[in-house]
């Protein structure tokens, strides 16, 4: 296998758009943010608006969900994403001692360090739970399409191994037998840091995690275009949703990490859209290959 190494020179300039009521654009190497900012999850077209944008916030990520009990979900890791004068944020899963799964838009050739903490609650505080590690090294899919999304996977190796313990544990994987299984109208729990769109949280960057419903690709497909079987969408009932933040994170049934997150729609977060991921099982092989992962 073989991977892609973080250069430790500067970054060159790069340009993202943003949403603030219109799409502008800004040069991140000249945005001096002094905190997280929150690494872009895209969107897919839709439908009814023909659009196929970038978009970068920071607004709510998990919304319309809850405060996870600290270290509840074991499996979850924080990516914060160092660049020349920024950083970024993404979330991942961790599925074995030495690799983390995320979304492959997390990663660029532009990024100068990983930092992948694990067993966090408050992924920005130093709490006694924590395991920080840092790497340099990651791969995505190779049939990764920047524009549709598709193939929207990759892996973090971790040159320390986790330290399994109560506080940080792996997500199983589907085996082989789960691929065909669409695992529609099952129920299932998506997870990441930040804000909720309620002022009452505000600052209070803990983990989030909201209850949502496995749909039909066919029902996605009425809010997003030409959706591959290797996507797997939830419903927006309720106003429930990923956002920006939540990138790479995990989506969770039956005890296995079914989907990564991917792309949410064109409206605002809390607009009820449904939210996209990365059908896990469409990805075995190719986890199996870059990975550690034993796959029954």
Not at 76 to 101: M, P
Not at 120 to 148: C, G, M, P, V, W
Not at 260 to 270: E, I, R
Request: with cysteine; charged share 20%.
């Amino acid at each position: 296998m073989s991977f892609t190494k973080i250069s430790t020179i500067s970054v060159s300039r790069a340009e993202m758009k943003i949403t603030t009521l219109i799409f502008i654009t800004f040069s991140l190497v000249t945005a001096h943010i002094t905190k997280d900012g929150f690494k872009i999850l895209p969107t897919r077209k839709a439908a009814h608006r023909g659009l196929n944008q970038f978009v970068s916030s920071e607004d709510a990520r998990i919304v319309g969900g809850n405060e996870a009990v600290p270290n509840s979900l074991p499996y979850q890791a924080a990516l914060r994403i160092f660049y020349d004068e920024w950083t970024g944020l993404c979330g991942g899963s961790l599925i074995t001692k030495r690799y983390v799964l995320t979304a492959a838009h997390c990663l660029d050739d532009r990024q100068l360090l990983l930092e992948v903490v694990l067993g966090a609650h408050k992924y920005r505080e130093i709490e006694l739970t924590q395991q920080r590690i840092n790497t340099s090294t990651f791969k995505f899919h190779e049939q990764f399409n920047n524009d549709s999304l598709d193939n929207d996977l990759g892996v973090v190796y971790l040159p320390t191994p986790a330290k399994i313990n109560q506080y940080v544990q792996l997500i199983a994987l589907p085996s082989r037998a789960d691929v065909s299984n669409n695992l529609v109208g099952r129920e299932a729990i998506t997870s990441g840091w930040g804000d909720d769109n309620d002022p009452a949280t505000d600052g209070k960057e803990v983990l989030r995690y909201i209850n949502v419903r496995i749909i039909k690709n066919e029902v996605c497909n009425e809010t997003f275009q030409d959706l591959p079987d290797s996507v797997i969408c939830t419903a927006g009932t309720g106003k429930k949703g990923v956002c920006f933040g939540d990138s790479g994170g995990p989506l969770v049934a039956n005890r296995k990490l079914v989907g990564v997150t991917s792309f949410k729609g064109y409206n605002d977060c809390d607009a009820g859209d449904p939210s996209g991921f990365s059908r896990v099982t469409s990805f075995l092989d190719w986890i199996e290959a870059n990975t550690d992962a034993v796959i029954a």
